[in-house]
């Protein structure tokens, strides 16, 4: 019976969601023209970070307030529990397990792009300015990229028209055996981070820079009546976090990441004041969101998942379970709190379709198009969120039911410290595809009370087997671009050191390897 029903149930779910995509195509446009669209993306920013979340500490109005003229999500999913394979998933509306940012060297390990890494996001992936610069749109990115840092992954090389900020995170370097981190400004270097960027013991202005960036793109773009896209990711929330002067010491939280959160909020706030002074914020859809959950093992120095379990790096709710708030006036019913699950993967989806686009056809897109949930003609459409760590499926959420088939913390990191559950959060990786663990996220986000066996387990398990099965058979993995590194493809010398007099002297040889990902 339970089978049956969950079989019925899915092929009810692919024909409601073919439905949606035919009917978000009729939108009502202002004048004829597609809406803006804007990504505020943030690094390891937490799910119990915002105040709309419950935060104590209440340092997030300008978030809390699109929220309260927007939609929030309280289950928004990142693809990746790590920063790099999520934003290439944002990028694509593909899972990491599709477009390649994963690795194959090591079982259910995550990979990012550190500055040894060879490859990048594929060029056989159409992202999504390139989709968007179809119907017209002008498109920018600010912050942090982490696509790959070599000249053919960088964001112009990739349908950006603009760019200000770093191919990599802000990690110090020494310039001798580690470059530091170059920052463009379009195709070119025009600095590094720490040497002509500063950031001393947590203070910088990079994130009123990059607040800068965005306001000047968004006029620009509104004075030539252009539609575009802006992906604004400030990484200040990244260990090690910074804030300016502005913020430094400012927060209750007692941390730099605290006075991190304030400033990034702030900029929040000033670029939909911007919006609305420009007279295009009824023609504008923002999303709010994070790569993935705050980092468990920074401790009092990181973020906060709130109720949820673990953090960044781990399949458990507090790696993948992000911040989620839409905001478009006139749309989009100011204070509207959504059942429906969302992911980042949606964002693309919803942007083709809202830009007119047509998604290519030869590639299976695991994003959902969210205008008719947005607009208010659909409540909500059950359908699975895969929680992927590296080349391992670890666990998939149907409705309100969560199956681990796989489960891991680490054996030497803490990723989840003060939390512990009992043969959940495992030191070592454990299988138990052939008797899974079961959680009722409606009733107990964080994944502290086991269902194994009896009633509600076949429940579970009926209506989240048909999606396994289904999502096994038809997987078609891409081509790992994460598994090889080398000194020499360093950040030794972008393009444009020569102008700027910093070119940096690297190996003459290659020294290429498998990357050593051990978590």
Request: with cysteine.
């Given at each position: 019976h339970?089978?049956?029903?969950?079989?019925?149930?899915?092929?009810?779910?692919?024909?409601?969601s073919?439905?949606?995509?035919?009917?978000?195509?009729?939108?009502?446009?202002?004048?004829?023209?597609?809406?803006?669209?804007v990504?505020?993306?943030?690094?390891?920013?937490?799910?119990?970070?915002?105040?709309?979340?419950?935060?104590?500490?209440?340092?997030?109005?300008n978030?809390?307030?699109?929220?309260?003229?927007?939609?929030?999500f309280?289950?928004f999913?990142?693809?990746?529990?790590?920063?790099s394979?999520?934003?290439?998933?944002?990028m694509?509306?593909r899972?990491?397990i599709?477009?390649?940012?994963?690795?194959?060297n090591?079982?259910?390990?995550?990979?990012?792009?550190?500055q040894?890494?060879?490859?990048?996001?594929?060029e056989?992936?159409k992202?999504?300015?390139?989709?968007?610069?179809?119907?017209?749109y002008?498109?920018k990115?600010?912050?942090?990229?982490?696509?790959?840092?070599?000249?053919?992954?960088?964001?112009?090389?990739?349908?950006?028209d603009?760019?200000?900020g770093?191919?990599?995170c802000?990690?110090?370097?020494?310039?001798?055996?580690?470059?530091?981190?170059?920052?463009?400004?379009?195709?070119?270097?025009?600095?590094?981070?720490?040497?002509n960027?500063t950031?001393?013991?947590?203070?910088?202005?990079?994130?009123?820079i990059?607040?800068?960036?965005?306001?000047?793109?968004?006029?620009?773009?509104?004075?030539?009546?252009?539609?575009?896209?802006?992906?604004?990711t400030?990484d200040?929330?990244?260990?090690?976090?910074?804030?300016?002067?502005m913020?430094w010491?400012?927060?209750?939280?007692?941390?730099?990441?605290?006075?991190s959160?304030?400033?990034?909020?702030?900029?929040v706030?000033?670029?939909?004041?911007?919006?609305?002074?420009l007279?295009?914020?009824?023609?504008?859809?923002?999303?709010?969101?994070?790569d993935?959950?705050?980092e468990?093992?920074?401790?009092?120095?990181?973020?906060?998942?709130?109720?949820l379990?673990?953090?960044?790096?781990?399949t458990?709710?507090?790696?993948?379970?992000?911040?989620?708030?839409?905001?478009?006036?006139?749309?989009?019913?100011?204070?509207t709190?959504?059942?429906?699950?969302?992911?980042?993967?949606?964002?693309?989806?919803?942007?083709a379709n809202?830009?007119?686009?047509?998604?290519?056809?030869?590639?299976?897109?695991?994003?959902?198009?969210?205008f008719?949930?947005?607009?208010?003609?659909?409540d909500?459409?059950?359908?699975?969120?895969?929680?992927?760590?590296?080349?391992?499926?670890?666990?998939?959420?149907?409705?309100k039911?969560?199956?681990?088939?796989?489960t891991?913390?680490?054996?030497?990191?803490?990723?989840?410290?003060?939390?512990w559950v009992?043969?959940?959060?495992?030191?070592?990786?454990?299988?138990?595809?052939?008797?899974?663990?079961?959680?009722?996220?409606?009733?107990?986000?964080g994944?502290?009370?086991?269902?194994?066996?009896?009633?509600?387990f076949?429940e579970?398990?009926?209506?989240?087997?048909?999606?396994?099965?289904?999502?096994?058979?038809?997987?078609?993995k891409g081509?790992?671009?994460?598994?090889?590194?080398?000194?020499?493809?360093?950040?030794?010398a972008?393009?444009?050191?020569e102008e700027?007099?910093?070119?940096?002297?690297?190996?003459?040889?290659?020294?290429?390897?498998?990357?050593?990902?051990?978590?």
């Open positions: 339970y089978f049956i029903q969950s079989n019925l149930r899915m092929m009810l779910t692919v024909l409601v073919l439905l949606m995509v035919a009917d978000g195509a009729r939108i009502d446009r202002k004048d004829g023209k597609p809406p803006n669209i990504i505020m993306y943030m690094d390891d920013m937490g799910w119990g970070d915002v105040g709309v979340n419950g935060n104590w500490a209440k340092e997030t109005p978030i809390d307030r699109m929220a309260a003229e927007g939609m929030l309280p289950s999913y990142s693809a990746a529990p790590i920063c394979p999520s934003r290439a998933s944002l694509t509306g899972l990491p599709r477009n390649g940012f994963y690795t194959t090591r079982h259910g390990v995550n990979a990012y792009t550190p040894t890494i060879v490859g990048g996001i594929s056989t992936e992202l999504m300015p390139e989709l968007l610069g179809e119907a017209g002008k498109s990115v600010i912050g942090k990229w982490h696509l790959g840092h070599r000249p053919q992954y960088l964001p112009l090389n990739r349908g950006f603009e760019f200000f770093s191919s990599n802000h990690f110090k370097g020494d310039d001798i055996k580690t470059p530091n981190m170059p920052v463009y400004k379009d195709d070119k270097m025009i600095g590094r981070y720490y040497t960027f950031i001393s013991q947590g203070l910088s202005n990079l994130t009123q990059f607040i800068r960036e965005g306001l000047d793109f968004i006029e620009k773009q509104a004075k030539a009546d252009n539609p575009f896209l802006l992906y604004w400030p200040a929330n990244h260990q090690p976090a910074y804030a300016s002067e913020f010491g400012k927060s209750i939280r007692g941390s730099r990441y605290g006075d959160v304030m400033e990034v909020d702030y900029g706030g000033v670029i939909l004041a911007k919006l609305k002074e007279n295009i914020h009824q023609n504008t859809l923002v999303f709010f969101s994070s993935n959950g705050a468990g093992i920074a401790k009092s120095s990181g973020g906060s998942n709130g109720p379990l673990c953090g960044k790096q781990t458990f709710e507090g790696g993948m379970r992000e911040p989620g708030i839409a905001w478009w006036p006139g749309t989009i019913h100011p204070g709190v959504t059942s429906q699950v969302g992911t980042t993967m949606d964002i693309l989806v919803t942007a809202l830009a007119g686009v047509k998604l290519p056809q030869d590639r299976v897109y695991d994003g959902m198009d969210l008719p949930v947005l607009s208010g003609k659909v909500r459409v059950e359908r699975p969120v895969w929680y992927y760590r590296g080349n391992e499926l670890f666990a998939v959420r149907v409705g039911w969560k199956m681990h088939l796989w891991w913390n680490h054996e030497h990191y803490q990723f989840c410290p003060g939390q009992w043969d959940v959060t495992t030191p070592d990786q454990v299988n138990r595809t052939s008797n899974p663990v079961v959680f009722d996220l409606d009733n107990d986000p994944e502290k009370y086991q269902i194994t066996k009896g009633d509600r076949q579970a398990t009926a209506l989240i087997t048909p999606y396994l099965e289904e999502h096994r058979q038809t997987m078609v081509v790992p671009s994460l598994n090889y590194c080398d000194a020499m493809v360093m950040n030794w972008p393009p444009g050191c700027i007099n910093y070119c940096l002297q690297g190996p003459t040889t290659s020294q290429i390897k498998l990357c050593g990902w051990d978590h």
